[in-house]
């Protein structure tokens, strides 16, 4: 038996940041397309749009900077305020997957044990 | 801003076990009644037995004994496996909010800064 989590940020009650959102800016860090970024996360360039504008509207950032055309089209960067927040991000949920697993292993003993023979009793 | 999570137990890779069916069982103890606790969650008996039987094979536990009918009809009641997980579930889940909550202090700096003036840029 394993534990397995989902975090995300909120500002007063509304959800401001999490998996989904850190997937299609690090996407656009990636490719250097809102685009590319989008077709990679499977949601539409619009949605992407309005995932970014809402994001920037509740975290009050500038997160993403996009370039008018030219011959291959428009390209868009993060700022550096979008590159140090999913950089701490990033740090929030790795610390935390150790520890969930040490919580778990606390509260309900050997995980190994649960692992190797499935359940069997949680003395 | 605040983190929030969510947590539940997978068993190869199969969930098995989350605030869904927690909620279920808690009910389940306090009413003595499935129909009871699953009306309280809004999901039909019949998905509440299904779960309830999901549970079983998968953590390999009896978790609840039904009565047949009579008068005031059957009721069902949890066993003391059942109470053993669910104390051990809580337990998990209690000890979480706090560990995130400073884990995100860590990570993000000062948490109650945020909090009052909403995001204003995390150095």
Do not use: C
């Not at 860090?29 to 996360?41: E, L, P, Q, R």
């Not at 150790?98 to 003395?123: A, M």
């Amino acid at each position: 038996m394993e534990i397995r989590s989902k975090i995300w940020l909120e500002i007063n009650g509304e959800p401001v940041f999490g998996s989904g959102r850190d997937a299609l800016l690090q996407g656009i860090d990636k490719y250097g397309s809102i685009n590319k970024a989008a077709k990679v996360i499977n949601i539409s360039y619009r949605k992407a749009l309005s995932y970014i504008q809402i994001m920037e509207k509740r975290l009050r950032i500038k997160l993403v900077e996009r370039k008018a055309g030219g011959k291959h089209g428009g390209g868009a960067k993060l700022t550096k305020k979008a590159k140090e927040f999913l950089k701490k991000y990033e740090a929030l949920e790795e610390g935390i997957n150790e520890i969930l697993d040490k919580r778990f292993s606390e509260v309900f003993g050997n995980k190994k044990g649960f692992k190797g023979q499935r359940v069997q009793g949680f003395k």
